[in-house]
């Protein structure tokens, strides 16, 4: 048997305005309990919904946790009632529950069908999937900022008039007797078996009654407690004030931080350059071991010469000085270099002295270019005997330095 139509619904001002105080209490919240919505856009949710509570009183606003396929949890606002439509001339009442969710109003909110436990989602809907999930044209060609929930209830209700997404279950009869009223019109989701007996009709969702003035025939929802909401809101400020307290401190504690890390980033800096200075130092003062080293070698040689030579300075300050004698060699490679050096300068005025006579015309010219070809053979062996002095002399002077090097490695 169909049921009759529920009488119109009385929206009255109370209702609205509580209505109008709990989506800006919900929204105006903040804190880790605030609802995951663009503060630039809470104004428009909060007239989309006004408006849908105006238009379908039946579907009022409240806040509840919605479960992503991933897992995750979040708080957003939904509108949980039944949406009216006509079917073969009597008003049904489908259960619908409206999510906004937290692209909203930019996207399209997500639309489940409610089903009591005496109704079944009809098979292969065309809008309704078996999950409850709703998906009709206006959600898919959504546009912001036109679209809006008004607009949504009323072509939820035009398709389900076409077809209805719900139908009820078939339940033994505890009355044998037959109905003297039948409903000459099936419900729909009316189907007809071969004994010729039909399906009852959906019957209209009840609900408790609403206590913010919204009358549709017992079709309302109880909205949270003012009280409940008052209490939610103050610990939702207290834990705004202190995650703000603790964010504050925060970045006081990372400042502070920070000041550390580049106090050390400096005393670093200084470590580097003491250790490079220290490294400097080091070699520095090798070096100059090394100069000392030097300069000790040398006071001995010198040490050693004056030594050799106080005889020669008493007899110079009594002023009886040879000039052959005032300097002499203290080694016979110094002596023969000496004595090379001597000769081969001497020939070297002969020579000289041989040019100034040949050019005054003083000696035959035969003369002169055999002198100088005697002079200058004997020249050359004067300097080559000179070159070789002057190796020994050095190898003799680097085996010198060696020994005495070692001798101060020693000491």
């Not at 292969?124 to 959504?142: A, D, E, K, R, T």
């Not at 010198?302 to 300075?313: C, I, P, Y």
């Amino acid at each position: 048997m169909a049921p009759p139509p529920p009488p119109p619904a009385v929206h009255s001002p109370s209702s609205n305005q509580y209505t109008q105080q709990f989506l800006s209490n919900v929204l105006s919240q903040r804190g880790p309990s605030s609802l995951p919505y663009s503060e630039d856009v809470k104004w428009q949710i909060r007239q989309h919904l006004v408006s849908l509570t105006d238009t379908c009183p039946s579907l009022q606003p409240k806040t509840a946790t919605f479960t992503h396929n991933d897992g995750r949890t979040v708080n957003l606002l939904q509108s949980d009632g039944t949406v009216p439509m006509v079917y073969q001339g009597v008003t049904y009442n489908i259960p619908v529950i409206i999510w906004l969710m937290e692209s909203y109003p930019r996207h399209a909110p997500l639309v489940f069908v409610n089903p009591t436990r005496d109704m079944i989602i009809k098979r292969q809907h065309p809008f309704v999937n078996p999950s409850g999930i709703v998906s009709i044209p206006y959600l898919s060609n959504w546009v912001y900022p036109s679209s809006n929930l008004v607009d949504l209830a009323g072509n939820l209700s035009h398709f389900f008039s076409r077809d209805p997404p719900l139908y009820s279950q078939r339940r033994p009869n505890a009355n044998p007797n037959p109905n003297p009223n039948p409903n000459p019109h099936p419900p729909p989701g009316t189907s007809f078996s071969s004994s010729g007996s039909t399906r009852p009709a959906i019957p209209p969702r009840m609900y408790p009654p609403s206590p913010y003035g919204s009358g549709g025939g017992g079709v309302g929802r109880i909205m949270d407690d003012p009280s409940e909401v008052y209490k939610r809101n103050a610990i939702d400020n207290l834990v705004g004030k202190l995650h703000s307290d603790i964010e504050r401190l925060r970045k006081v504690r990372e400042a502070d931080m920070d000041g550390l890390y580049s106090a050390q980033g400096v005393l670093r800096r200084r470590e580097k350059e003491l250790r490079k200075g220290v490294t400097e130092m080091l070699d520095e003062k090798e070096g100059l071991e090394q100069q000392l080293q030097m300069v000790l070698m040398n006071t001995d040689v010198l040490e050693g010469w004056v030594r050799d030579n106080e005889a020669k300075l008493k007899k110079i300050g009594n002023g009886d000085v040879n000039v052959d004698e005032a300097f002499e060699p203290c080694d016979s490679l110094s002596k023969q270099m000496s004595d090379c050096t001597a000769s081969d300068l001497a020939m070297e005025d002969v020579i000289y002295s041989l040019d100034k006579a040949i050019q005054d015309g003083t000696i035959p010219f035969d003369q002169y270019l055999r002198n100088v070809r005697l002079l200058s053979r004997e020249q050359f062996i004067h300097r080559a005997t000179a070159s070789k002095v002057r190796a020994a002399q050095m190898q003799a002077q680097v085996a010198n330095m060696a020994s005495r090097i070692s001798q101060y490695a020693l000491s």
